[in-house]
């Protein structure tokens, strides 16, 4: 509900909109038709996560999701709540200005992006110990769903800011078969920028 009203939702939990359910629904054929199969789906514990990973889960007729902390949106701090157009006023010049987004660096109380990496990594760790050759499907957000690109590919954070936009439903395949330039499967059309 935030993102269609500009809002910084960061951690707050808000329900998935009617908006977020179409876009799930979408992604969901899409899952579909390229037959991409998932052993098991972990999604972030945030509703509006949650909710995408379950509509997947049941379309497809896979287990339920797994609630899985470490995939929690980046804590915005300050700016949570605040919004999207007061990025400029009160991080400035700490900001990164992206074609769509302005990703705000470090305010008070917030994860920074060298933080977020590192949180992917020690998922990505635990991920692959745990799921040897298996498809995962992650249900997560847009800043951290990045970070965990960028620690998998071992790319700069500040270059994958500027490389593409991650959007609400989007899937990003991560694999070893496969470089970083291939990973983004398919869009579906945002509101929120």
Known sequence: MDNA?????????????????????EVVVKIKETGIYFDHVYSSPLKRAYKTAEIITDTLGIAKPEVLPNLIERDFGIMTGQPQSKIKEICSPDIIQSDTITYFLSPEGAETFPQLVERAKRLLDMLKAKHKDENILLVTHGDFGKMIYAAYYNLNWKEILN???FGNSELLELSEESGPEETHVFKIEQHNH
């Open 5 to 25: 009203t500009g809002i910084l939702n960061g951690r707050r939990d808000e329900p998935l909109s009617e908006k977020g359910i179409e876009q799930a629904n």
């Open 163 to 165: 490389m593409f936009h």
